[in-house]
């Protein structure tokens, strides 16, 4: 959870003086980032990912409230709580810049002791919105992240890929004959499997920009940002084996004594003429060949199982 030694702010103003003017106020309890125009600031924004914005309306080439627009557009920056600092006190601007999602609106030229405590009020209620969206993001059974979660970064980084014109991967994972083991041990019994596999897939993927989540019932969903296809097969396999390793007890499974998966693998360079549904659709076709073909293996782009 955020604390506010840790907090990260982002000054965007086109004078050095008011830069300067809000770091001497703020620098004491937060890091300070600062940005003079509209493109930069958004280049911050979406690298830096601070836990909030104080933001200056009238610059030249892109006034503040085109640049708040453009953060609430973006996945990565939309929930950043913005604050409007602006010599425009007229009651029209204020009104303006909370239609746009800005979340207050102080008027230069400030004052020290309201700007630390409207940005400590701000930076609280972030705190609070993360931890409820951590909640509501994360599946009460395996503990990892759910499908909304899923949806979500998916989309983020399929954006990212178009922007950045890198490849991204998707892995589908489908727990063989999981009815039959649930009917055989019980609900309980398959919640812990369930549980085991999803640590089985959350400890086996290193890289932090990747995601593991539950995608469904018995089935789970690895995410995997500027990875090719060759990298995206040789993970997968490293997971099913790791899955396997687990030696979870099955006896009635026609494929082993112990619980095995089965998984679907694709990969594409996103561009602004694809549909990001077309990534989950391969992938959920290659997943039901592998399970058509025996299961307890991955397939991918040759369509031969991989084990």
């Known amino acids: 959870m955020l604390g506010e030694q840790q907090a990260t702010l982002l000054v965007v103003d086109d004078m050095i003086e ?3 003017i809000l770091n001497s106020m703020l620098s004491e309890r937060y890091r300070i980032l600062f940005a003079t125009n509209g493109l930069d600031a958004l280049a911050v924004a979406q690298k830096q990912s601070p836990d909030l914005i104080l933001l200056d309306v009238v610059m030249p080439e892109m006034n503040g409230y085109e640049i708040c627009v453009r953060l609430k557009q973006n996945p990565v920056t939309r929930a950043i709580p913005v604050i409007f600092v602006t010599s425009r ?5 204020e009104e303006i810049g909370l239609k746009l999602g800005a979340v207050d609106y102080l008027t230069k030229p400030v004052r020290p ?3 630390r405590l409207r940005v400590g009020i701000h930076l609280e209620l972030k705190r609070y919105r993360d931890f409820l969206t951590g909640l509501s993001m994360t599946d009460g059974l395996t503990g990892i992240p759910n499908r909304r979660r899923f949806d979500e970064f998916l989309e983020t980084e399929w954006l990212h890929a178009i922007r950045a014109k890198t490849s991204l991967s998707l892995i589908i994972t489908d727990v ?3 009815k039959v083991y649930n009917d055989h041990y019980g609900h ?3 919640d812990r499997c369930l549980k085991t596999v999803a640590q089985a897939l959350a400890s086996g993927l290193t890289r932090r920009t990747d995601l593991v989540a539950r995608y469904g019932g018995e089935e789970f969903a690895c995410v995997l940002p500027g990875t090719d296809h060759t990298g995206a097969l ?3 396999e490293r997971l099913r084996e790791q899955i396997a390793a687990q030696r979870l007890d099955h006896p009635l499974s026609p494929v082993a004594s112990f619980v095995t998966v089965s ?4 990969t594409l360079q996103p561009n602004q003429q694809l549909e990001i549904q077309a990534l989950i659709e391969t992938a959920d076709r290659r997943l039901y060949q ?3 073909t025996g299961r307890n293996r991955v397939l991918g782009s040759d369509e031969k199982s991989c084990v």
């Open 290 to 292: 592998a399970k058509q």
């Open 176 to 178: 063989d004959y999981f």
């Open 113 to 115: 002791s309201i700007v």
């Open 263 to 266: 998984m679907g693998v694709a």
């Open 188 to 190: 309980a019994a398959g």
């Open 89 to 93: 006190d007229q009651e029209e601007d």
């Open 234 to 236: 040789a993970i997968a």
């Open 18 to 20: 008011n830069i300067e």
